[in-house]
């Protein structure tokens, strides 16, 4: 070890409280950190997550007017297939693309449901059960009974919306809505599972039927509002749209959309991971204004001794050198504890979640944000932040350190 | 050839707008192995004269050679390494880094010059440790030695590297009489044995005993230099 180096690390047991508060400013603010990055990290990609799995899949097909009415929920822009091929022969050419892993057909429709006083409007999801739980993760929502099953007039519905019609599993619940001939029609369904889920969407505004019966129900066989695509990967997206824009094209009816372009809040999320970053730079940089001061301190109390040390011919570098090495000390001793206690926080409330339902309680249905929030625990994320305090701190205490170095050591010696 | 000589050395400080003389010409040489003291009144310019001998400030006019080499044509970086090869230095307050043992005190001098492998550092330090009475107490940091040891250990600092020339400030002056004359007697024996020059600076009159060549300086004048066995010269 360097002399310069052990003389640096005795020098930080001189005053030792002022160096734990220096260091517990450093790891306090890389702790936040690693929390705070954590934290938008898992919100971003529980948005993203959310709005693939119940809203685009990686690439959504919709025929380009139900697109521009989605929010009506309309059945006469159906997808039925290319030309006068079917739905089903539609889906097989999907799934032998290269890069589609999955097809997933969803009917999406209005519908209401009379608490007694009121009637409350909700959505009609028309699923396969088996497809679902493969891409989903509705499975860990599924809190009481089980999936609705092909070929039974079933639902599944959220615990509150469960609340808000007063029933349970096990009850029945007669949905009215309208069919693709626009007549109205009421069918009572067997409540046969309840969901649990920080999304308001699944919570309390839709219901899940079998495709089929709501095919059947709705006049629409072989037809459904839209398809999601599921590629290998998210990096597969720009590589397979290509070659499903080109199939579609033989049709001229449908529109194949990213998940990125169908998504409003996806675009505001990464201009907030970029906005927070910059917050954690300068989240550190005041936890290095304590340093700086302390450094500064340290210059002033050392006057003498850097007079001394100059004088016996410790050059202007290894001066620099000493409180660099003194500060990157502080830096990575703080930032090594910052970033552990920052890793085993996150990590905590990665498995618990934050719960914000009670926040969240006036924000639309429609919008895809989870109220349940798992920050994301990962190692790049502390490292990024370890890194992030070693290098501020340790460039902060330049200023003291210049400071130090400039000291005629004349001048010094005379402690001025 | 003479290890010092100042030839018509100034020296004025700019206080504001007011310049102000410290040294107004001093002619002088210094031989190799001499046990020089410098006395004179405060301010009369003593440790201005020890700073440019130093090489820790440059003269206003005039020229110094240390070892042939005009110090005025250095750079700062050249005169720093002077100062860590060829110059100890014995400050008043010992100046002892307070976080490091007696061991450690001394060898950072010596790391400094960057020669030596750490088997020779060791020798070194040990050696001169032991040579300057602080045998077993190497581990000892500066709040655990007495006000002599101090100066000990800054007297092991400034010879470790052996250096040509030796510059102590008012080396006694927080000592008491029997600690100041033990220090001299080391710092003697040191110039007996390894004829490395020292030059004091100094109000103490035990110090002027020990001194083999006595220079007065008054107004940044040298007023009086006397040799031992030498009859008196006046300025």
């Known amino acids: 070890m360097s002399f310069l180096v052990r003389l640096a690390f005795k020098n930080l047991f001189r005053h030792r409280l002022r160096t734990v508060v220096s260091i517990g400013a450093i790891a306090f603010s890389v702790m936040v950190v690693v929390f705070a990055r954590g934290y938008v990290t898992g919100m971003v990609h529980s948005v993203t997550a959310d709005h693939i799995q119940y809203n685009s899949g990686h690439i959504k097909i919709v025929q380009e007017e139900y697109y521009r009415q989605e929010r009506l929920l309309p059945l006469n822009h159906s997808v039925d297939g290319l030309g006068e091929g079917g739905l089903d022969e539609m889906i097989g050419k999907l799934e032998e693309l290269d890069g589609v892993n999955m097809v997933i057909p969803r009917l999406k429709f209005g519908a209401m449901v009379s608490t007694g006083d009121e009637l409350l409007t909700l959505g009609g999801w028309g699923v396969n059960p088996e497809l679902e739980l493969a891409f989903t993760d509705i499975e860990d929502s599924l809190v009481e009974g089980r999936m609705i099953q092909p070929g039974r007039l079933e639902v599944v519905m959220g615990t509150k919306l469960l609340d808000k019609i007063d029933r349970r599993v096990g009850d029945k619940v007669t949905v009215v809505f309208n069919t693709a001939f626009n007549s109205l029609s009421g069918v009572t369904f067997e409540i046969v599972g309840r969901l649990k889920s920080g999304l308001k969407l699944l919570n309390e505004a839709v219901f899940l039927l079998p495709l089929d019966e709501a095919q059947r129900l709705l006049y629409m066989d072989d037809q459904v509002t839209e398809l999601l695509l599921v590629t290998e990967d998210v990096g597969k997206i720009e590589e397979v749209l290509p070659k499903i824009k080109a199939l579609l094209s033989e049709d001229g009816r449908y529109l194949a959309l990213s998940y990125r372009e169908t998504s409003d809040l996806i675009p505001f999320m990464d201009l907030a991971e970029l906005i927070y970053n910059q917050v954690y730079f300068f989240l550190v940089v005041l936890a290095c204004v304590i340093v700086v001061n302390t450094m500064i301190m340290i210059v002033a109390e050392r006057t003498k001794e850097i007079g001394m040390m100059a004088a016996l011919g410790l050059e202007r570098r290894g001066i620099m050198e000493l409180f660099l090495i003194e500060g990157g000390i502080m830096g990575v001793v703080g930032s090594l504890l910052g970033a552990m206690a920052g890793w085993l926080i996150t990590s905590y409330f990665a498995e618990a979640g934050l719960d914000f339902t009670q926040a969240m309680a006036g924000i639309d249905a429609d919008v895809p944000f989870n109220a349940i929030i798992y920050p994301s625990a990962s190692l790049g994320n502390t490292v990024f932040a370890f890194l992030l305090g070693v290098v501020i701190v340790t460039l902060a205490c330049l200023i003291p350190a210049r400071r130090a170095a400039n000291l005629e050591p004349t001048v010094a010696m005379r402690g001025a | ?235």
Do not use: W
């Open chain 2, 1 to 235: 050839m003479a290890l010092l000589e100042l030839k018509g050395v100034t020296k004025v400080y700019q206080q504001g707008k007011i310049e102000v003389p410290a040294l107004r010409g001093i002619d002088l040489t210094v031989e190799a192995g001499e046990f020089t003291t410098l006395f004179g009144p405060s301010g009369s310019g003593k440790t201005t004269l020890l700073n440019l001998v130093g090489c820790l400030d440059k003269p206003t006019g005039g020229t110094i050679l240390f070892d042939g080499q005009d110090l005025a044509a250095l750079s700062k970086k050249e005169l720093a390494m002077i100062r860590r090869e060829h110059i100890g230095f014995i400050f008043q307050s010992y100046n002892l880094i307070p976080v490091l043992t007696a061991y450690e005190n001394v060898e950072f001098a010596i790391r400094l010059v960057n020669k030596h492998s750490d088997r020779e550092i060791k020798d070194k330090v040990m050696g001169i440790l032991a040579a300057v009475g602080l045998e077993g107490l190497e581990n000892r940091r500066p709040n655990e030695l007495s006000g002599g040891q101090k100066q000990r250990v800054a007297i092991a600092r400034a010879l470790v590297k052996e250096p040509k020339l030796v510059l102590a400030d008012e080396p006694s002056a927080n000592l008491d009489s029997k600690t100041s004359e033990e220090v001299l007697a080391v710092m003697a024996k040191m110039n007996r044995e390894l004829g490395t020059t020292f030059i004091f600076s100094t109000h103490d009159p035990l110090v002027m005993d020990y001194a083999r060549r006595l220079l007065e300086i008054r107004d940044g004048v040298i007023t009086l230099d006397r040799r031992r066995d030498e009859a008196i010269v006046s300025h």
